[in-house]
């Protein structure tokens, strides 16, 4: 697949409005949903449904009047980029009747690998009842307790980037506050009215009894499946969430316990709050698990005040450690399913993958590394059960366009070219960095962090042009990463010398 990507910044003033005026003033194109598939990466897709004979070239964009930013979303221009430069190429799916994307976690028949996981997003029936109508194939129920939960206001935080949308997200939300009853009651109703999507369950129990007899409840209303929740990082007192997960033979035991209890297949949802995740999920393996979940949220502190001392989010003078969770935390949790998926121990176990998936190529990486089906919290509350569309939309034409017959073919192929040491680089040629001379605009910031970060390998000339030298560059590609203009790319290898 070629990428033909247009930059996102070219949106950065759309807000990705509910029920978006744009669209209402369009009767032919519904502009907010190409936005928002522009947002996601999934471009192709949007130029691929574009009509025939697009209406932009003569119109006088009652869209952008319409703009809740009036005038500052180039509309438009985007339709007419997406007809131009994408179109070209965005062949229109083949409607073969069978969806590419069907796939199962633990035997459990799914239309599509993307799962609600276990949080806020889940909490309720008419939750996950408008999470399925909208495509989800599945919902991991908040966690279930027997005990009282008295959550705090405001309970989360977050850490922005450079377009104030926050990348990084705290939460110290506890487990569901409904009764087990009340509960029960929602996942009876979900399996009732919605048959052909997977309701698993997320429990949290006190001790040995309540986490077998809970997953044996669990069965008898329905579930597909029980989640066991040993790494909320927000209930670690007096042995329970993460604390569990710390301790191989506490998985072990209280896995052994559910499964004793119910003949539904139970999953280890494990914490990212340790060195290694092979020895809890090894342990969970010994006590009859059918799958993993991982990674659950990395226990964190975020935004001091300078004024108040205190921490976000600040509840009354006081805060607490929590758990951080959205993009920014994609790195650290694909590094976990790496090392499950690679244990081969632990063949035999479904991995279900979460942590920082917004788009369909974020879920695609989890799935290259191994993992057979994902779930989301942060991007849905973010951005709305809606991602669906382009998770979905976006995945199935990269699995069409490599030719494969479904997704289960892309599970794994990654994972031979990853290594837990660097020892295995190839470590004999140097690749230089290319500059784009009509997308540099001579900023300078790749000079500057070479002089200051790097290894002071370039340098401007009299017009403000880059200038390399070949001698002292060290083919690092700080210069790649830190170009705003994106006019930096890898280049010629050369031997050292």
Excluded at 68 to 97: Q, Y
Excluded at 189 to 201: G, S
Excluded at 413 to 436: G, Q
Aim: charge should be negative; aromatic fraction near 6%.
């Amino acid at each position: 697949m070629k990428d033909n990507r247009i930059m996102r910044r070219d949106i950065l003033e759309c807000l990705l409005c509910h029920d978006a005026p744009c669209s209402s003033a369009c009767a032919v194109t519904d502009p907010a949903k190409k936005l928002r598939s522009i947002w996601f990466d999934n471009e192709v897709q949007a130029a691929a449904g574009l009509p025939d004979e697009l209406p932009c070239y003569k119109c006088a964009a009652p869209c952008e009047e319409q703009c809740v930013k009036k005038g500052r979303v180039p509309i438009r221009e985007l339709m007419i980029r997406l007809n131009e430069e994408v179109r070209p190429e965005a062949e229109i799916l083949p409607d073969s009747g069978i969806s590419r994307l069907r796939t199962d976690i633990c035997g459990i028949p799914l239309e599509n690998p993307f799962l609600l996981s276990s949080s806020v997003v889940s909490s309720n029936y008419d939750m996950c009842a408008r999470a399925f109508e909208a495509g989800w194939a599945g919902a991991v129920f908040k966690t279930v307790c027997s005990f009282d939960i008295h959550e705090t206001s405001p309970r989360f935080s977050a850490v922005n980037g450079d377009t104030g949308s926050f990348i990084g997200f705290k939460n110290i939300e506890q487990l569901s506050d409904k009764s087990v009853s009340e509960n029960m009651d929602a996942v009876r109703r979900l399996k009732q009215n919605y048959p052909d999507n997977a309701v698993i369950v997320s429990y949290m129990g006190q001790n040995e009894r309540e986490w077998g007899e809970l997953a044996s409840v669990c069965e008898e209303s329905g579930a597909d499946a029980v989640e066991l929740n040993f790494s909320c990082p927000n209930m670690a007192e007096g042995g329970l969430g993460s604390d569990i997960g710390q301790i191989p033979d506490l998985v072990e035991k209280f896995t052994a316990a559910a499964k004793s209890n119910t003949d539904i297949p139970v999953l280890v949802k494990l914490t990212p709050n340790v060195a290694t995740m092979s020895e809890a999920a090894e342990a969970a393996m010994r006590g009859g698990a059918d799958g993993l979940a991982a990674i659950n949220t990395i226990k964190s502190i975020m935004g001091v005040s300078p004024e108040t001392y205190v921490s976000s989010p600040d509840v009354a003078g006081m805060s607490a450690v929590g758990g951080y969770s959205g993009n920014a935390v994609k790195p650290i949790a694909l590094r976990f399913i790496s090392e499950l998926c690679h244990n081969d121990k632990l063949n035999d176990l479904h991995v279900s993958a979460m942590g920082g998936i917004e788009t369909w190529k974020d879920a695609l990486e989890f799935i290259l590394l191994g993992a057979g089906s994902v779930q989301v919290t942060t991007a849905v509350m973010k951005y709305g059960y809606r991602i669906i569309d382009d998770l979905k939309t976006g995945l199935e034409r990269y699995i069409t366009d490599k030719g494969f017959a479904n997704v289960n073919e892309a599970r794994g192929l990654a994972l031979k070219y990853v290594s837990d040491t660097t020892d295995v680089l190839e470590r004999d040629t140097v690749c230089f960095p290319m500059f784009d001379r009509q997308k540099c605009v001579g900023c300078g910031r790749c000079v500057i962090s070479c002089l200051d970060g790097g290894h002071q390998a370039l340098e401007f000339d009299n017009d403000r042009k880059v200038i390399l030298n070949g001698k002292k560059c060290v083919g690092c590609h700080l210069c790649v990463l830190v170009c705003p203009q994106k006019a930096v790319s890898a280049g010629t290898k050369r031997i050292k010398k």
